[in-house]
Every structure is written in structure tokens, then in C-alpha cells.
T-cell receptor, first 109, second 113 residues
Framework: RKEVEQDPGPFNVPEGATVAFNCTYS??????FFWYRQDCRKEPKLLMS???SGNEDGRFTAQLNRASQYISLLIRDSKLSDSATYLC??????????FGSGTRLQVQP | DAGVIQSPRHEVTEMGQEVTLRCKPI?????LFWYRQTMMRGLELLIY????????DSGMPEDRFSAKMPNASFSTLKIQPSEPRDSAVYFC???????????FGDGTRLSIL
């Protein structure tokens, strides 16, 4: 089993839609969680950290479910500019941060 | 503030040549990471340093790859001899610690002919 697993997608959604991605992790002792965004031919950029109580940043909401060992990212009112690959990142305690393979989102007009 | 600076941005060279990639981390960050990204394999951690000391190099593909961090503001990733299968985007990232958010450079797009 991979340490961090994501559905590769692509998720094709219309503008204005709400979309959610999940990411599962295998190490129950993991303590740090993040979502990154990567645009085509660009570097990954930190989107938001994920806190135990859940957190929100504008249209983006991140949540952590320790019991089921997954984190989620919810995007409300999708914009064309949200089209990108979203990387789930977990500190598994073994090799610094472990990056998932990413979920591709395509927001369509 | 300056982010992570990588050079060169692009490199095209023939197989068998030595390739050296360079990275300047964000000032004050004590962890530095080298990644390789391809369509087939995604983002792979090659090696990371903490306080200039290599902590985990288990991702380094083979002896042709080597990395150094002679001081807190500079690191190199060297491939010698290079092979076509080394073609990829190589990212350098830095952070305040191994479990802290990482900040990536623009990457080096490497093509080995």
C-alpha cells in the first residue's frame, strides 16, 4: 500500500460547481498534512495546511479524519483558474514529507 | 523576499556528459530537498539535507547521482555520466524543518539526448 494515495482524476467540473478530493494515508502516526497545487509545467505551491479541527481559506476547506486516515479538500464556486493538479502531502515520519501523485482538476466554462 | 533559486532553468546535453544542478534555499531554512518529476513516476524525493547534513538519500537512483550541501546557502545535484532516462524536471525545495511546508524553486528542465 502506498503511503499516500490519491485518485488521479481528472475531475471535470463546470464553473461554479463544488468539488471535493480525498487523500488516504497509511501511517496512523502522521502529524502534518498539507495540500499543494501544481499548475502545468510549474513548481508545486503550498495551498494550505490541514489542521485537526479543519480549516477554511476563502473557497477552500480542508479537513482531517484521523479515524479513517484521510484528508479532504473542498473547493466551492470553482473558477477556471482552479484548474490544476492538487497534491496531498503527509509527514509520515520516515522520509520528511511524502507527496501523493496528485488529483487533476479541470474546470470548464 | 527571494524564494528558492535554481539554476539553470533549462539544460540540454548529450548522454555521457556531466550535469550539475544548483540550488540556493530560502535564507533561514535548514532543510533542503531535491526532487525529480516525470509524467510516469510523478514527484520523487531524491535526497534531503537537514542543517547541511544528508539525512535520507534512499531516493537517489544510482551511483551516477550525487548531492552536496557545502553550506547553508548552496546545494548541488550532480549526474555523471548522464543518460537519456535522466530527462526530467528537477526541483529543489527548502523548509524550516522536515515536517514543515516546503517552498519549491522553479525547477530545472533537463533533457539528455
Amino acid at each position: 500500500r502506498k503511503e499516500v494515495e490519491q485518485d488521479p482524476g481528472p475531475f471535470n467540473v463546470p464553473e461554479g460547481a463544488t468539488v471535493a478530493f480525498n487523500c488516504t494515508y497509511s501511517n496512523s502516526a502522521s502529524q502534518s498534512f498539507f495540500w499543494y497545487r501544481q499548475d502545468c509545467r510549474k513548481e508545486p505551491k503550498l495551498l494550505m495546511s490541514v489542521y485537526s479541527s479543519g480549516n477554511e481559506d476563502g473557497r477552500f476547506t480542508a479537513q482531517l479524519n484521523r479515524a479513517s486516515q484521510y484528508i479532504s479538500l473542498l473547493i466551492r464556486d470553482s473558477k477556471l483558474s482552479d484548474s490544476a493538479t492538487y497534491l496531498c502531502v503527509v509527514h509520515t515520519g520516515r522520509r520528511a514529507l511524502t507527496f501523493g501523485s496528485g488529483t487533476r482538476l479541470q474546470v470548464q466554462p | 523576499d527571494a524564494g528558492v533559486i535554481q539554476s539553470p532553468r533549462h539544460e540540454v546535453t548529450e548522454m555521457g556528459q556531466e550535469v550539475t544542478l544548483r540550488c540556493k534555499p530560502i535564507s533561514g531554512h535548514n532543510s533542503l530537498f531535491w526532487y525529480r518529476q516525470t509524467m510516469m513516476r510523478g514527484l520523487e524525493l531524491l535526497i534531503y539535507f537537514n542543517n547541511n547534513v544528508p539525512i535520507d538519500d534512499s531516493g537517489m537512483p544510482e551511483d551516477r547521482f550525487s548531492a552536496k550541501m557545502p553550506n547553508a546557502s548552496f546545494s548541488t545535484l550532480k549526474i555523471q555520466p548522464s543518460e537519456p532516462r535522466d530527462s526530467a524536471v528537477y526541483f529543489c525545495a527548502s523548509s524550516m524543518g522536515p515536517d514543515q511546508p516546503q517552498h519549491f524553486g522553479d525547477g530545472t528542465r533537463l533533457s539528455i539526448l
